[in-house]
T-cell receptor, first 114, second 115 residues
Framework: AQSVAQPEDQVNVAEGNPLTVKCTYS??????LFWYVQYPNRGLQFLLK??????LVKGSYGFEAEFNKSQTSFHLKKPSALVSDSALYFC????????????FGSGTRLQVQP | ETGVTQTPRHLVMGMTNKKSLKCEQH?????MYWYKQSAKKPLELMFV???????ENNSVPSRFSPECPNSSHLFLHLHTLQPEDSALYLC??????????????FGPGTRLLVL
């Protein structure tokens, strides 16, 4: 079985400050990991993914995420938050075997205050 | 835009109606997905099609009936729905269904309200 936990329903951060959105996962073996963002009344947009290689993955809009195998985490980060980053963020995981599709977390709402 | 379109964007239907949601992808992908997104609940995978073959069906009630006539089009036929089926229905596509090919690209969704 595979699962994803996003422990925070909402994260509040001031514009210009660094932000972190947390994600932990559970899979059999090594994972594929993804982050998506959803703006109001829109579908999900792909931000970044970890497949293999460097544990630090860089994605769209200045976001990055660090794969930590020992802590089974894949936290999303950005050095300096923008008000326009305010949105709903989803972490997703898939194991490398079988034919299961992605499992998504419940989402974390990021609110960046001016 | 992600290359995945969905129509209609909004739909209001009664419990006895029959309607269909349409999804089209212009990315040359081979896999397509239907998801249900309800308020304060995780994204729920409903169906997965790979090369027009249904490969996953997550215990979805039979009042939802998918159809994938070709790799570019995906439909969700709706009949005798319940008010609790009101949600945002998202379509997605990906190059394949294995690992690295599974980066999914989503459409804007159809907001469905069942009265």
């Amino acid at each position: 079985a595979q699962s994803v936990a996003q422990p925070e329903d909402q994260v509040n951060v001031a514009e210009g400050n660094p932000l972190t959105v947390k994600c932990t996962y559970s899979v059999s073996g090594n994972p594929y990991l993804f982050w998506y963002v959803q703006y109001p009344n829109r579908g999900l947009q792909f931000l970044l993914k970890y497949i293999t290689g460097d544990n630090l993955v860089k994605g769209s809009y200045g976001f990055e995420a660090e794969f930590n195998k020992s802590q089974t985490s894949f936290h999303l980060k950005k050095p300096s938050a923008l008000v326009s980053d305010s949105a709903l963020y989803f972490c997703a995981v898939r194991d490398r075997t079988g034919r299961r599709a992605l499992t998504f977390g419940s989402g974390t709402r990021l609110q960046v205050q001016p | 835009e992600t290359g995945v379109t969905q129509t209609p964007r909004h739909l209001v239907m009664g419990m006895t109606n029959k309607k269909s949601l349409k999804c089209e992808q212009h990315l040359g992908h081979n896999a397509m997905y239907w998801y249900k997104q309800s308020a304060k609940k995780p994204l729920e995978l409903m169906f997965v099609y790979s090369l027009e073959e249904r490969v996953e069906n997550n215990s979805v009630p039979s009042r939802f009936s998918p159809e994938c006539p070709n790799s570019s089009h995906l439909f969700l036929h709706l009949h005798t729905l319940q008010p609790e089926d009101s949600a945002l229905y998202l379509c997605a596509s990906s190059r394949g269904t294995s690992g690295e090919q599974e980066t999914q690209y989503f459409g804007p969704g159809t907001r469905l309200l069942v009265l």
